[in-house]
């Protein structure tokens, strides 16, 4: 499978020509799996939450509750970065409008978001791992709503490219596909266990886009079949070329390419580090500080053209109000 200027082998490369470190490491210190380990603890740890801050949609994500009846707690996204949430809306499933968005509040204020909506969730705070919502939805409730949340996605562990397959074939009818051969881990790791595979779905080109999260698939040799069938919208965004991985695993970097170079340096200096090259080492610290600086400047607005402030010069209350004094004065 020939590498991507943007997958895993590209960044494997770049590490070992800017660390000075033989493709062939003869002390087994410096493998392909450590050195992408290290990678994913740099972007957990470092690039996600510098992204996060910079408030401009990276790793946001909407993610479906499945409300139950009488049920006032539920586990917060499994995706969901940090444990959290950044929003709840309660959601008509037949149309896919917002009802009414959830208070988020701190559990010791959840008396002054009482409501006399009995059965209706209009409030929630965090109580460990989960969201706890009050009221809780009672039975008519969960047929009439279903419940939405915006959370920040954890970035996905990198694999190797070895460690995927590609769609060679899609069959529309019967939500079927298949793919290259499968990689041996999908068999011996423990994030599958076999049959049925649970795995993610990649858009080959830039920006290498999840089409597809943690679908269940079965099949024999290499024919893959969504079990149980999915939206046919949502499998018709599967193509000939997309990249298969386990579930929550991908061979890019889980960012824009302009971060990846932050993120070699990272390594860079982690393995310099565990080699106590000085030199080296006060060199990196040096630029290290301006680098982030860039990366916040270079994710800080995404639309660049967008307003920085508000403006009310054309909110219907002042064409209101000039309207009204230019008849004033006119009487």
């Known amino acids: 499978m020939p590498a991507l200027d943007n997958d895993s082998a590209a960044l494997l490369a770049a590490v070992r020509r800017d660390a000075f470190i033989a493709a062939a490491d003869d002390q087994g210190n410096w493998t392909d799996p450590r050195i992408l ?17 910079t408030k401009q949609g990276w790793f946001r994500q909407d993610f479906g509750l499945t409300l139950v009846a009488s049920q006032a707690a539920y586990d917060v996204p499994e995706e969901g970065m940090w444990e959290s949430i950044e929003a709840a809306w309660l959601v008509n499933p037949t149309t896919g409008q917002l009802v009414q968005k959830i208070n988020i509040v701190d559990s ?10 009995a059965g209706v969730p209009t409030t929630a705070w965090f109580q460990d791992s989960q969201l706890v919502f009050s009221p809780a939805p009672s039975a008519s409730a969960v047929s ?9 996605r954890r970035p996905a562990q990198l694999c190797l490219v070895s460690d995927t397959a590609r769609v060679t074939v ?20 423990a994030y599958t266990s076999g049959t049925p595979y649970r795995l993610d779905i990649y858009n080959r080109l830039l920006p290498n886009t999840r089409k597809l999260w943690n679908q269940t698939m079965t099949g024999a040799g290499t024919t893959m079949t969504m079990t149980p069938a999915i939206s046919a919208a949502a499998f018709a965004t599967i ?22 170079p932050i993120l070699r340096r990272m390594i ?13 080492l006060q060199a990196y610290f040096a630029q290290q500080t301006t680098e982030m ?5 270079g994710m800080a607005n995404r639309a660049d053209g967008s307003p920085r402030k508000l403006s009310l010069a054309n909110a219907a209350g002042a064409q209101f109000m000039r309207n009204y004094g230019s008849r004033y004065r006119r009487n």
């Open 144 to 152: 009439a709503y279903s419940m939405t949340v915006s959370a920040y």
């Open 293 to 297: 600086e860039a990366l916040f400047k």
């Open 239 to 260: 193509a000939v070329g997309d990249v298969v991985t386990m579930r929550g695993t991908s061979p890019y970097p889980d960012f824009p390419p302009e971060a990846v």
């Open 268 to 280: 860079q200096k982690t393995i310099l580090t565990a080699q106590t090259d000085s030199e080296a």
């Open 108 to 117: 010791s204020n959840r008396m002054m978001y009482s409501s006399a909506n």
């Open 170 to 189: 899609v069959n529309t009818i019967t939500q079927a596909f298949s793919i290259t051969a499968h990689p041996t881990t999908w068999t011996t790791d």
């Open 37 to 53: 380990s290290i990678a994913d603890d740099m972007t957990v740890s470092m690039v996600a939450p510098a992204l996060k801050r």
